[in-house]
Antibody
Framework: QVQLVQSGAEVKRPGASVKVSCKTS????????ISWVRQAPGRGLEWMAY????????NFAQKLQDRLSMTTDTSTSTAYMELRSLTSDDTAVYYC??????????WGQGALVTVSS | DIQMTQSPSSLSASVGDRVTITCQAS??????LNWYQQKPGKAPKLLIS???NLKTGVPLRFSGSGSGTDFTFTISSLQPEDIATYYC???????????FGPGTKVDIK
């Protein structure tokens, strides 16, 4: 069955970086793209970025494009998201999601990133 | 950028009630509109794609309709397990971009 399993919770200082992994299984990794979505405490869903697992093409939400990078490792069917220069506003649950055309059909369990001094 | 609005932001209804949520796009998005259910502490779950396509395994009491800029999500008979926040989501192709609505929290009265 399709699974997206994310790395665990992180606590980071302001100004630091965080890297979250998303290990997929149960399907051919390069047949589906990956997006990252975050949710601040008590807030709604915010789309962050998209990466093509086939050719590495990316697109980012404008507000994050200067601090965000994504990579994939096709040998392990894993996607990575790295966010730099963290502030308290980046405290959120970060989700990876499989992109099936125009929708997110499978999601990771989420990774809580807490930014605190 | 396309903006998405949802109304109401929250609602409280009785078990068995019909519940309707609306989602509006700031410009024509054809039928590129999906609906998700998110329960507390859980990842969102895709319920409906392309405005009205009910995903496999999703109860038939859920439905969606609309095209262009105005969309509707309906629960025909609210059940206790439907307590959740519901989000609409649209897709842009050039470049690839996704936008969520602000969400509608559904509670039992």
């Amino acid at each position: 069955q399709v699974q997206l399993v994310q790395s665990g919770a992180e606590v980071k200082r302001p100004g630091a970086s965080v890297k979250v992994s998303c290990k997929t299984s149960g399907y051919t990794f390069t047949n589906y793209d990956i997006s990252w979505v975050r949710q601040a405490p008590g807030r709604g869903l915010e789309w962050m970025a998209y990466i093509s697992t086939y050719n590495g093409n990316t697109n980012f939400a404008q507000k994050l494009q200067d601090r965000l990078s994504m990579t994939t490792d096709t040998s392990t069917s894993t996607a990575y998201m790295e966010l730099r220069s963290l502030t308290s506003d980046d405290t959120a649950v970060y989700y990876c999601a499989r992109v099936a055309g125009r929708e997110f059909d499978y999601w990771g369990q989420g990774a809580l990133v807490t930014v605190s001094s | 950028d396309i903006q998405m609005t949802q109304s109401p932001s929250s609602l409280s209804a009785s078990v068995g009630d019909r519940v309707t949520i609306t989602c509006q796009a700031s410009q024509d998005i054809s039928n590129f509109l999906n609906w998700y259910q998110q329960k507390p502490g859980k990842a969102p779950k895709l319920l409906i794609s392309d405005a009205s396509n009910l995903k496999t395994g999703v109860p038939l009491r859920f439905s969606g309709s609309g095209s262009g800029t105005d969309f509707t999500f309906t629960i025909s008979s609210l059940q206790p397990e439907d307590i959740a926040t519901y989000y609409c989501q649209q897709f842009d192709n050039l470049p690839v971009k996704f936008t969520f609505g602000p969400g509608t929290k559904v509670d039992i009265k």
